[in-house]
């Protein structure tokens, strides 16, 4: 697994991973999709309904995964390995609860992506990382609406998984072009988001390209240097 999946373009040092809000409309929200992935760069799209029947999940799936993969922006459905593949997506999100790792791989295949909620710890992430997952999320880096969040992850964390090991890391939780930048700095290969995009007030579009905004102007420091402080070269 490369440090670019999930985007197909060749890797850049860190991503816009969107997450849907967890209740939508699918007629309604797909112009909103469509404005925030014509904004700017995208690595993936992650589908993500929270107290809805499966039939919900396949209407929303319909409605929104030509949107995505017409615009190669990878489409991840949250919670079931079944219905992403069912539904054709690229992938699945498994957290600690749900349907365990190797399942959802052997239900996705060898090519989809699987990534794996490590909320904020180092063993969790290299169980995800030994066993195959495509890259781990952290989190929750700060305050958030969106979910009752029992786990607080700090900025070194992404810093010693991206010194250590190659397996993407995912920062999630109450991320903001205002806030983002230490993560970025510590080397976060993508950030998800929820609010900052879908609660933008300039709209979507102006969200993600307020994100990528932030993201472009923070530092990367994390390649220049070791955690024991010499210079990596
Ligand atoms: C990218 C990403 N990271 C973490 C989560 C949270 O997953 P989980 O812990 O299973 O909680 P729910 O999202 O299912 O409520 C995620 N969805 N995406
Ligand atoms: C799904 C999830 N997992 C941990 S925090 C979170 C919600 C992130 O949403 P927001 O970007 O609005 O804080
Ligand atoms: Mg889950």
């Known amino acids: 697994m490369s440090k670019g999946k999930p985007s197909q373009a060749e890797p ?32 993936c799209v992650q589908l993500r309904l929270k107290n809805c029947s499966d039939d919900d999940v396949r209407r929303a799936c319909d409605a929104l995964r030509p949107i995505a993969q017409e615009r190669d922006v990878a489409f991840i459905l949250n919670d079931s390995p079944r219905l992403a593949r069912e539904m054709g997506c690229d992938g699945v999100h498994v957290g600690q609860t749900d349907t365990p790792y190797r399942d959802a791989r052997k239900i996705m295949g060898n090519d989809a992506i699987v990534g794996v909620t490590c909320h904020d710890s180092r063993h969790l992430a ?23 969040a029992e786990h607080h992850a700090e900025p070194d964390l992404l810093r010693w998984w991206a010194e250590l090991m190659e397996v993407p890391c995912v920062a999630i939780g109450g991320i903001t072009a205002a806030n983002c930048a230490p993560l970025v700095a510590a080397g976060a290969d993508f950030l998800a988001v929820v609010s900052a995009v879908w609660d933008h007030p300039g709209g979507p579009g102006a969200g993600v390209a307020a ?23």
């Open 211 to 233: 994100m990528n905004a932030a993201i472009a102007a923070a530092p990367t420091d994390w390649v220049a240097t070791k955690t024991d402080g010499t210079d990596a070269g």
């Open 12 to 43: 850049a040092a860190c991503r816009l991973y969107l997450v849907t809000p967890p209740v939508l409309e699918p007629a309604a929200f797909a112009p909103r999709l469509i404005e925030a992935l014509d904004a700017g760069d995208v690595a």
């Open 126 to 148: 290299m169980v995800a990382g030994e066993e195959g997952a495509d890259y781990v999320a952290f989190g929750a880096f700060f305050p958030t609406a969106t979910k009752i």
